[in-house]
């Protein structure tokens, strides 16, 4: 269950949170869910991971500092989360899923076939980048967010987010080449 619904219920097992504070995580939730796709590959481990960051964030409000942005703070929560559990994973031997990717419906039935290859190769290449590499990329490409944000979230200072970034984007370009 990943709604509004879920925020409110966590919301009631810790008592009263600002309707600021309430709002902002609600709004968050399909962001944080992309970024938890983005981590583990896998839209049932994303919904979980979601889940367990939005519980986590709730249940410690209190080291939350009202000024900073709250939705850097629940990355960095869901970054953690994800961590521990690749590292529990690995002390149990499983492994992860293949994200899938949907595609955009075109018109033109050469370039919609065309667009699909390259995406699949883009997408296979995203999936194949050392996880540092994929987690700043996404951060970054997708959600927007600056290098130091994402040096914050991650824990690794500004230049290695920027070196990151680099090479996963020699990689992308790599394939985007080949498959022209």
Known sequence: MLSSQ????????????????????IALLPRLRRFALALTRSMSAADDLTQSTVERAIANLDKWRPGTRLDSWMYRIAHNLHRNEVRN??????????LQMDTERALDGERAMLARLELSAVSAAITQLPEDQREALL?????GRSYRAVAEITGASV?????????????LRGVVERSD
């Open 139 to 143: 951060l970054v490409a997708v959600e």
């Open 6 to 25: 879920l925020v409110l219920e966590g919301i009631g097992k810790v008592g009263r949170v600002e309707p600021r504070i309430e709002k902002e995580m």
């Open 89 to 98: 994973q690995a002390t149990r031997g499983i492994k992860h899923g293949i």
């Open 159 to 171: 230049a290695a987010v920027t070196s990151r970034i680099a090479r996963a984007r020699e990689v």
